[in-house]
């Protein structure tokens, strides 16, 4: 049971200082702001740094509560190099106890505080399918990740598009890139549950060194 306890307690040392410090890929589902300007207040920096001509793209968030709420950030027809097209924020409000999200800062719809961010893939004629940081609601390719995310441990992340389906994909991540500022992923449940495990674990051990 004490190695038990002592692995567990290494394994939450090293997620811990994994999230925390080291900047890598995390394919978070849902992230949230680290930017709360008042604790009622808070806003996301995007821009968008990199584009195929080939498969342009929509690109937005959505609310974990309501995965059909969504916010388009960036157009499929906007180009990397047209600013200030390429570099928008998105404001966030917490209007008497509902959150609210606005491009503008004027025009505001009712929104989550949590939230996922999503792709539609457009082929020059239509849009053809929407691929999600949560992998279950892609629209094809389901449970298939089209979406790779980075954090760099702090409130900066990047997100990449693989726009093929995953029959013919080369999974090269370049279809379409953007950065984000002043977010952090949510931690998923089992990550909560190990690292609470670790805790414990951890407390266990020094009540026993107490006793001693």
């Given at each position: 049971m ?9 394994l ?6 994994g ?10 589902p ?7 300007t008042t ?14 001509p ?9 609310s ?10 960036f157009?499929?027809?906007e ?8 570099a ?14 606005s491009?503008?800062n ?15 893939v ?29 954090w760099?441990?702090?409130?900066n992340?990047?997100f ?6 995953s ?14 500022h002043d ?30």
């Amino acid at each position: 049971m004490k190695k038990f306890l002592t692995i567990t307690v290494l394994l939450s040392c090293v997620l811990i200082a994994g999230n925390v410090f080291a900047y890598g890929v995390v394919n978070a589902p849902y992230w949230t702001l680290t930017d709360f300007t008042t604790g009622e207040t808070g806003s996301t920096y995007n821009i968008l740094f990199g584009e195929s001509p080939s498969f342009e793209s929509d690109f937005g968030i959505f609310s974990q509560k309501d995965p059909t709420n969504m916010l388009r950030i960036f157009a499929a027809n906007e180009e990397p190099s047209l600013e200030p097209l390429s570099a928008k924020s998105v404001y966030f409000k917490n209007n008497s106890g509902t959150w609210q999200v606005s491009l503008d800062n004027k025009t505001w719809q009712g929104f989550d505080v949590n939230f996922g961010f999503y792709f539609k893939v457009y082929d020059g004629n239509d849009y053809k399918y929407t691929f999600f940081t949560d992998s279950s609601l892609n629209t094809t390719d389901v449970g298939i990740q089209h979406i790779r995310s980075e954090w760099d441990g702090i409130e900066n992340a990047r997100f990449y598009l693989e726009s093929m389906l995953s029959a013919n994909s080369n999974w090269d991540w370049n279809d379409m890139k953007v950065e984000v500022h002043d977010i952090a992923p949510i931690p998923e449940p089992g990550t909560v549950l190990l690292l609470g495990v670790g805790l414990l674990g951890l407390l266990g051990l020094s009540r026993k060194r107490i006793q001693k």
